[in-house]
Antibody, heavy 123, light 107 residues
Framework: EVQLLESGGGLLQPGGSLRLSCAASGFTFSSYAMSWVRQAPGKGLEWVSGISGSGDTAYFADSVKGRFTISRDNSKNTLYLQMKSLRAEDTAVYHC????????????????WGQGTTVTVSS | DIQLTQSPSFLSASVGDRVTITCRANQGLNSYLAWYQQKPGKAPKLLIYAESTLQSGVPSRFSGSGSGTEFTLTISSLQPEDFASYYC?????????FGGGTKVEIK
């Protein structure tokens, strides 16, 4: 069964840092682009970042550019999101998700999602 | 960045109704448009990809259409389990973006 399981969320103060993890299983992890998508309380979905299967190419939403980095360890089938200089507006449930076909460009949807991990930024 | 404008943001409908949700992009998407369903407290679920292709296991009452910059998700006969939020997403270019969402509630 294809599965994604996020971890690492928590409560922290503005300006803090946190690293989220996403453990993948049931598919050839290194072949697929992965994304992080977040949802603030009562709000819609926001794509945060994506990374190629090899890990050599990544993109970010303007709202997190320069503060967040994305990486992956294909030997451990794990995706990461390193978050720094956190703000109250980063409070959200963070989901990792998998592209539906192999490759970083030209996939058509995010077909598998984790249940999410909650990040709360508050003083 | 590509902007997606989804409408309506909220709609109230009855079981059996035909429901249409629209997603407009500020530039062409080359059919790289997906639709998701999300229920409270759950992860989003991919319904339709490549503008009109039904994801495996999704009931045939869901359909997608459109071209260029305007896209629609249609539910031909709304069922109780369809009351949820729906989002469009463009995958034509990075950064990927979502529409603002449509919440479908019971009338």
């Amino acid at each position: 069964e294809v599965q994604l399981l996020e971890s690492g969320g928590g409560l922290l103060q503005p300006g803090g840092s946190l690293r989220l993890s996403c453990a993948a299983s049931g598919f050839t992890f290194s072949s697929y682009a992965m994304s992080w998508v977040r949802q603030a309380p009562g709000k819609g979905l926001e794509w945060v970042s994506g990374i190629s299967g090899s890990g050599d190419t990544a993109y970010f939403a303007d709202s997190v550019k320069g503060r967040f980095t994305i990486s992956r360890d294909n030997s451990k089938n794990t995706l990461y999101l390193q978050m720094k200089s956190l703000r109250a507006e980063d409070t959200a449930v963070y989901h990792c998700a998998k592209g539906d076909i192999p490759g970083f460009y030209g996939y058509y949807g995010l077909d598998v999602w984790g249940q999410g991990t909650t990040v709360t930024v508050s003083s | 960045d590509i902007q997606l404008t989804q409408s309506p943001s909220f709609l109230s409908a009855s079981v059996g109704d035909r429901v249409t949700i629209t997603c407009r992009a500020n530039q062409g998407l080359n059919s790289y448009l997906a639709w998701y369903q999300q229920k409270p407290g759950k992860a989003p679920k991919l319904l339709i990809y490549a503008e009109s292709t039904l994801q495996s296991g999704v009931p045939s009452r869901f359909s997608g259409s459109g071209s260029g910059t305007e896209f629609t998700l249609t539910i031909s006969s709304l069922q109780p389990e369809d009351f949820a939020s729906y989002y469009c997403q463009q995958l034509n270019s990075y950064p990927l973006t979502f529409g603002g969402g449509t919440k479908v509630e019971i009338k």
